[in-house]
């Protein structure tokens, strides 16, 4: 068994498969928060940060949020380092004293 860092993993899936996620060529226009793909939630969860539940996001903010970052066919690992950003840009911020700090500050 073969262990893959979540972006190393996409590499390795077939990107012309249209029933694969990481193969998708259209654009996103997802109906409902129970149809979004399992691989995609914590990108939208990253994302949409400041949302107590997924759940509660619109979905057309979803759909948005998905087409401007999408890029067809192998998207997955663009997906994996965006989310990677986001958790990285959050965890560098701190709460101090009620106050919202960044390391540069």
Known sequence: ???????????TRINDAPHNVN???GTWNI?????????????LSEYF???????RVPMDEINKALNEVWE????????IKKTEELIK???DKAIVNNKIIKDDD
């Open 72 to 79: 067809g066919p192998g998207s997955m690992e663009l997906l």
């Open 49 to 55: 940060y400041s949302y107590t539940k997924l759940s």
């Open 89 to 91: 840009e959050r965890l």
């Open 1 to 11: 068994m073969m262990n893959y860092l979540p972006g190393e993993y996409w590499k």
């Open 31 to 43: 109906s409902a928060h129970q149809n979004i793909p399992s691989p995609v939630r914590n990108y």
């Open 23 to 25: 193969g998708f060529n």
